[in-house]
């Protein structure tokens, strides 16, 4: 399953956004097969943050550990942003 | 030919603050009207106007010292209201072409510091709610404030051990707070600290009696003691 962060905003960058965004995906995130991959891509975004992608992606990643994988981006918003919640939470993303 | 004067109503209008406000400002020497000879009405240019609400530095810090009305193109009172201006200030930047690959940068360390104001002091603001948000283009600044806890009431919830500002500040920018009770908490500041510290952007940050500056390309954090501590935060971007 591929996740367009873009159907979002463009502008990711509030705690408050990030768990709408999460809220609002579950559904779709229910149908989701047992061993299926979820990948993030970043195309699209102008603006990512640490409070927005803590609140969707590190949720993810909590929720769904190596099955959840990473699109790279060039965006330095991302990079930054990603290479934080790493450290933040000690665990690292799956990168595609 | 002579400058067409605005009324204080006009003026009023067009800073988005109240006649009275103006009034007492006036008498105060704060923003001075003009009289017309021998009479008693008030009057602006429109020059001043945009040179008063330019002094984006001088408008925060008295909104922060004062609490005195703030002109409400640069007050945001909830955070959907900051979201909105900060995807305007995204389009400027982009449009105008100003900041080239900085873009995306600024405007996510202007939406960490504006939301950290409001993550830390919802349902706590000790007066006023809400964030002054200010940029100049032009001048490649953007300057963000509210009158809120401040990061050393905020932090002392995590961390009682800490003892003044000064702390409060190098704890925030540098070390990364685990655990998410009692509330969230994104480490956004050390987000800033890292995206400063490897671009050519600059940050001024006060909290309480201390001053933090993050200069362009440099990831040494430079704080120093103010002689006055004022409440909540005030933060200066440069690009």
């Known amino acids: ?96 | 030919m002579e400058e067409k004067l605005l009324t204080i109503a006009e003026a009023a209008e067009i800073l988005g603050i109240s006649i009275d406000t103006l009034r007492r400002w006036d008498k105060s020497g704060k923003f001075v009207a003009i009289r017309k000879d021998g009479g008693t009405h008030r009057y602006y240019r429109q020059k001043d106007l945009e040179i008063f609400a330019s002094d984006l530095m001088k408008l925060a810090n008295d909104w922060i010292v004062e609490g005195s009305e703030l002109p409400s193109m640069f007050y945001c009172a909830n955070s959907s209201v900051f979201q909105a201006r900060l995807i305007k200030m995204q389009d400027t930047l982009i449009r105008e072409n100003i900041a080239g690959a900085l873009t995306p940068l600024i405007v996510a360390v202007a939406g960490e510091i504006g939301n950290n104001s409001f993550d830390h002091n919802l349902g706590k603001w000790p007066d006023i709610p809400g964030v002054f948000f200010g940029y100049d283009i032009g001048n490649r600044q953007v300057v963000l404030a509210d009158r809120g806890l401040g990061i050393l009431a905020t932090l002392s919830r995590v961390r009682p051990e800490l003892k003044n500002h000064t702390e409060a500040l190098r704890v925030a920018f540098t070390e990364i707070v685990s655990g998410r009770s009692p509330e969230d908490r994104g480490n956004g500041l050390k987000f800033v600290r890292q995206v400063v510290a490897e671009n050519p952007i600059s940050l001024f940050f006060r909290s309480g009696d201390a001053e933090l500056r993050l200069k362009k390309d440099n990831n040494e954090l430079y704080i120093t003691r103010s002689q006055k501590d004022t409440r909540g935060c005030l933060a200066i971007i440069e690009f």
Do not use: H, Y
């Open chain 1, 1 to 96: 399953m591929r996740i367009e962060l873009k159907k979002f905003g463009t502008t990711l960058i509030s705690r408050q956004a990030g768990k709408e965004a999460l809220a609002a995906f579950q559904s779709i995130l229910a149908q989701a097969k047992p061993d299926e991959i979820l990948e993030i891509d970043f195309e699209g975004v102008i603006t990512f943050s640490p409070s927005w992608g803590d609140e969707f992606l590190t949720s993810l990643l909590n929720q769904f550990g190596d099955r959840l994988v990473l699109s790279p981006s060039d965006n330095p918003s991302v990079k930054i942003t990603i290479e934080l919640l790493e450290k933040t939470q000690n665990k690292k993303f799956k990168q595609a």
